[in-house]
């Protein structure tokens, strides 16, 4: 069965693709043992398994364990197996004073306030693979074989147009496939025109506050939120308002001070919450967009995975020529780093905003987009969503039940609804959620705090845990890792 540290670390040998294989897992192992990711006596796993879960020769394997052994990091016992040792070379250790020493070093650099305030407010996480990491498909599940074969045919005879930078708005093929597939799937009204391909909904972000607002303009978000927008929109002088959020979606203010000039939602589920918004706010948030002359930017990036009941529509399609710009990606339904997306942008806007992106980032990859038409066309995209929404739904139903068999019904969240590829394990409002997250890290588990995605100061508590990435025979062993990081009492019971 695949451990921990075995995802741990294929995630650092990923990290560092260049190389000798031993060398690499020799650092793997190392780097993991110094940063605490693997702790003293903690248990390595058998040499074959190693090798087989990484598909390296197990003789690489033994190498580098022998290695590690001679060097004084790791411990063999017999009959029992190989374990960090209880203390390593003093040496090599990462001392508080040279961690610190790195971070002076960092704040000696001159940065621009934007850049101060976005790191002040940093949430990547360097780990993007592992137990329970929210919002990340299963990649290996995809078929990727498929989409090579359809991606050498596409390119068997190329022209030279597709070595290029994208004309505006990317592949055209690209665009009508996607036209048809958001109409059938998403109820989304448009012309292939309309449509621009991005590299990801950040980027979508990035270009459309950039083009419709001023510093000092107002965006609604919503309370809570994704971090990544809201990083998005500080770093171009954006002044957000923190909208609250209840099970019916965003709830806008009756009166309004200052009119907003964007309007950030994600009405199909909300994100991190899990709500859907109620058709009586999507009529009320259309009304205040059309009085203030604003924009509605509508974030459906995981509705595909929805797991009972209907597909919720989106706003866009509402109502004709809607003021809303609509976003998606295929980093759920694909892989995050694929790194492509698409905005379905009003009639009034689309050639300024082809324009202004293709002025700002030159992007191509049209070959690629050619492909990723090719595949959509001939049906293995919905395909493999359709595949995945099985998967998934099973996947969620293992970590629901873990919940409640664990921690009781309490401990679900009335927000989450059945969808998406995370859900929120709920804590009570005196507990410490970023202290449990980061001793869940700590260990392996790679939950994220609730209370991170608010910026007002009455954040509510719990857990954003990923299931779809996980098998479900796995989920009970990180689990109980969880469990040991916070305690019943941490519960709403
Ligand atoms: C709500 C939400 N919007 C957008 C994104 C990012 O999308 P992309 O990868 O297309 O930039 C994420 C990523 O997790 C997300 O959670």
Redesign the pocket.
């Known amino acids: 069965m695949r451990s921990l540290v075995c995802d741990l670390l294929q995630l650092r040998l990923d990290e560092q693709p260049e190389g000798k294989l031993h060398k690499r897992l020799y650092n793997a192992i190392r780097l993991s043992i110094l940063d605490g990711s693997l702790p003293p006596q903690s248990r390595l796993p058998p040499s074959r398994d190693l090798a087989t879960q990484l598909r390296h020769s197990r003789n690489t394997v033994l190498t580098v364990y022998e290695q590690l052994l001679a060097e004084g990091y790791i411990v063999s016992r017999s009959g029992s197996g190989t374990f960090v040792a209880r203390t390593v070379p003093d040496s090599l250790l990462f001392t508080a004073e040279t961690a610190s020493e790195t971070r002076h070093d960092v704040r000696a650099i001159s940065l621009s306030h934007r850049g101060e305030a976005l790191l002040a407010h940093s949430s990547a996480s360097p780990r993007q693979w592992g137990a329970f990491l929210p919002?990340v498909p299963d990649v290996g599940e995809f078929p990727h074989a498929l989409l090579r074969k359809i991606h050498n045919r596409v390119s068997r005879k190329p022209q030279a147009m597709q070595f290029s930078y994208s004309p505006f708005g990317g592949s055209c093929d690209l665009q009508q496939a996607l036209m048809e597939y958001l109409r059938v799937a998403r109820s989304v009204r448009c012309t292939p025109e309309q449509i621009l391909i991005t590299?990801?909904?950040?980027?979508?972000i990035d270009l459309v506050s950039r083009m419709l607002c001023n510093p000092g303009d107002t965006a609604w978000i919503e309370e809570p939120a994704?971090w990544?927008?809201r990083n998005v929109l500080q770093m171009n002088g954006v002044a957000l308002q923190p909208i609250d959020v209840d099970l019916s979606g965003m709830d806008p203010p009756e009166e309004i001070h200052t009119p907003p000039r964007l309007i950030f939602v994600?009405p199909s589920h909300q994100?991190?919450l899990g709500c859907v918004m109620s058709m009586e706010r999507r009529r009320r948030l259309l009304a205040i967009a059309r009085q203030t002359g604003g924009w509605i930017v509508e974030?459906d990036?995981?509705s595909e995975f929805r797991f009972s009941g209907q597909p919720i529509p989106a706003l866009q399609g509402l109502i004709d020529d809607a003021p809303v710009i609509y976003?998606g990606?295929?980093?759920?339904t694909m892989w995050?780093g694929l790194?492509l997306?698409y905005v379905v942008l009003p009639q009034a806007l689309a050639q300024t905003l082809k324009t202004a992106h293709a002025e700002l980032y030159r992007s191509g990859r049209l070959l690629d987009q050619a492909a990723l038409a090719q595949f959509i066309r001939e049906g293995h995209y919905t395909a493999h969503i359709r595949r995945m929404r099985l998967l998934y739904a099973r996947r969620r139903q293992r970590l629901t039940t873990l919940i409640t068999q664990y921690l009781g019904k309490a401990a679900l969240s009335e927000f989450n609804d059945n969808a998406g590829l995370h859900l929120v394990l709920k804590l009570e409002d005196h507990h410490d959620d970023i202290a449990i997250a980061r001793n869940a890290n700590e260990k392996g588990v790679l939950v994220r705090p609730l209370s991170r995605y608010y910026m007002g100061d009455k954040p509510q508590r719990g857990l954003l845990m990923g299931f779809a990435a996980m098998k479900e025979e796995e989920m009970e062993a990180a689990f109980k890792v969880l469990l040991g990081c916070i305690t019943k009492k941490d519960i709403n019971k």
């Open positions: 919002g590299e990801g909904i950040h980027q979508a994704y990544g927008i994600t994100y991190p974030d990036y995981d976003t990606t295929f980093s759920k995050p790194r997306g």
